[in-house]
């Protein structure tokens, strides 16, 4: 995997493309494919299981919750140098900024 990173870093550099292109790139994909899939989702929620919620709140709601995983995952992408590594502590970290709500949730401990 490494020496495909590679090649494909050498590749962009003869055609003249930095990084930043490459990662607007990726994002400019990965937004529109996770645009469309969320617009279903939202129309498929919005008219069978919340009738009441409005479609546009809602779905702006995923949308801002898409664009944070997406810099969520260009933050660590940025810390870590195999993306193994980097995927794992993502998952880790995801899931740990959920627990708070779970804890505070839950009010038997407090006095």
Known sequence: MKVFKKV??????????????????WAAIWSIVNILGIALMTWWVSSRILQFTSFNAFFVLN???MFN????????????N?????????????FAMHLPY?????????I
């Open 8 to 25: 494909m870093k050498e590749i962009m550099k003869m055609m003249g493309m930095d990084t930043l292109t490459y990662f607007m790139g």
């Open 63 to 65: 949308l801002s919750f």
């Open 69 to 80: 995983c997406m810099a969520l995952a260009f933050l660590l992408s940025t810390l870590f």
């Open 82 to 94: 195999t993306a193994n590594l980097a995927s794992s502590v993502g998952y880790i970290l995801f």
């Open 102 to 110: 779970y804890v505070l949730e839950n009010k038997d401990w407090m």
